[in-house]
């Protein structure tokens, strides 16, 4: 019996037939990588996103307001006027490509789904890491200046006053969380859409050394998954992230180390804070981009790989409403 084919020719001699390159092929590839971009679930999605404003799948354009307007009280002479000057931001989304696969010997239509799946979902995921560290990094404060908080930890959990530590880092407490809402009162940062972003081992220390914080945990529902993600409060929804970010400050240079600094020395790790309707993420067009080994002769492979238009910044140039939120050394 033939495989791709009916037996053919004298004697019974099998024959496979040619291989049959489906216009399916992209589609399934395409498709299930949206899938799995789609599903990735994390703290990016508390951004405002502006992907239906995405012209053409590449260009971003949005308008920023002008200044609120001066309010007089009791003047006595005719009431000036202003006109705002609106701004239109035309912003081209960055470019992700992830690097081809090339499978050799191997018929793409032949391929058990489960393996495309798993291709797929390879590139998937390292874009989306990719587009979530930028985010990340794109969201947080460069240096403490106007709009934008920077905080080391304290390790100190009223009423005591001795700091507790782990790894030589003084850990993240209620405390210092309740010092963050202050210090976002004061800078009149918008009181809804808080969002706190932390590394695992900062989330971890900051639920697991209070009352609070476990509770909202232990009141999850009972359905057998233990996956906490997001605790709540002083009016932050605090994140755990799902990846290692790699944002580090650096204490000498007080202000956020470049991206991709290894995290050591007096370059510590840190979390950050963005306001919701303050920040956005758009994407843009997948592309899908694909060569059977019929046409690469030279390679005598299947060779295929995928682009994604993204980009995430702070709406507003001159408000960049944001906080880094650092661990300080023991």
């Known amino acids: 019996m033939a495989i791709f084919g009916e037996p053919i020719g004298a004697a ?24 799995e971009y789609q599903a990735i679930d994390t703290w990016l999605s508390e951004a405002e996103d502006l992907s239906s404003f995405v012209e053409e ?3 971003l354009v949005f308008p920023e307001g002008g200044e609120d307007p001066a309010v007089y009280k009791n003047r006595t002479t005719d009431i000036d006027d202003v006109e705002p000057e609106e701004t239109t931001h035309k912003v081209a989304l960055d470019v992700y490509d992830s690097q081809n696969y090339k499978l050799r010997n191997i018929l793409m239509h032949a391929l ?28 947080s404060p460069l240096k403490a200046q106007r709009k934008c908080i920077v905080m080391g930890s304290t390790g100190i959990s009223a009423p005591s006053t001795a700091a507790v530590t782990r790894d030589g880092f003084k850990v993240l407490t209620l405390d210092d969380i309740v010092s963050l809402a202050r210090a976002c009162d004061n800078e009149e940062f918008p009181s809804v859409g808080r969002n706190l972003v932390l590394p695992s081992d900062m989330w971890w220390d900051l639920v697991n050394n209070n009352t609070i914080l476990k509770g909202q945990l232990e009141r999850t529902p009972l359905n057998g998954i233990i996956e906490p993600l ?20 650096d204490l000498v240079a007080k202000e956020k180390a470049a991206q991709g600094t290894i ?6 790790p840190c979390g950050f804070m963005f306001i919701k309707e303050m920040v956005f993420h758009a994407g ?16 005598r492979a299947d060779v295929f790989g995928f682009q994604h238009r993204f980009k995430a910044d702070h709406q507003m140039k001159d408000q960049r409403y944001s906080a880094l939120l650092y661990m300080s050394k023991a």
């Open 112 to 139: 058990p789904f489960p393996k495309i799946q798993f291709y797929t979902k390879k590139s998937a995921d390292a874009i989306v890491r990719q587009e979530i560290a930028d985010a990340a990094y794109a969201f």
């Open 12 to 35: 019974g001699m099998l024959v496979a037939a040619p291989p049959v390159v489906l216009d399916t092929q992209q589609i399934v590839f395409l498709r299930s990588l949206k899938e």
């Open 230 to 249: 997001v605790v709540d409060y002083y009016g932050f929804k605090i994140h755990k992230s799902l990846q290692k970010l790699g944002i580090g400050y």
């Open 263 to 268: 995290i050591t020395g007096d370059v510590v």
């Open 57 to 59: 799948g590449q260009t």
């Open 284 to 299: 843009g067009s997948f592309e899908m981009f694909f060569k059977n080994k019929q046409q690469n002769t030279s390679g």
